[in-house]
């Protein structure tokens, strides 16, 4: 089940910068291709996903149209073609590596033993974070982000999830 998480010492000694994160949201599982994909995994990431498109997507809009998904992606917890699109989609949009660009999105270690490469989920939060140069945190997906409850828009069922860090 997807959970709120503190920030690992060990990322804080290997990037300083990522103590200025009040914490992340993580996945018990992979959501994506041959993965296992929990429901509340799948939740969150559909949830960030759209609320990213929408806060985000004017940009990205302008790279490819015809490659942007037309029809919002609901927060329902299932797995299915339009959430693996949108997760293609949001790897394309975002990394030049090819090798970042798997229809998968994995848990960060929670130990944060492993912050090296691109993960897309990190990525995909600091982006709705979206943090200035001193850290603070400005924008609407800030405050969601930062208080899922504020949200209307959010899935009771996930926000309770998120509530507290495990």
Known sequence: MAYKQNIPDAWKRMRPNTAKL??????????????????????????????????????????NPKAVPQRPLPATGAFDNRTLAWI???????????????GKITPAAQDGSDLTGRHTLLHLELQLLDPDANGRFRSTSSKMFLDLSADPTAPPELVAALAKPR
Do not use: C
């Open 22 to 63: 009040p914490f992340i949201y993580n996945l018990d599982a992979a959501v994506g291709m041959g993965s296992p994909n929990q429901r509340m995994d799948v939740m969150m990431v559909q949830y960030f996903l759209q609320n990213w498109r929408i806060n985000k997507g004017e940009s990205v809009h302008r790279i």
């Open 88 to 102: 293609f989609w949001y790897q394309l949009t975002n990394f030049s590596e090819t090798s970042a660009i798997t």
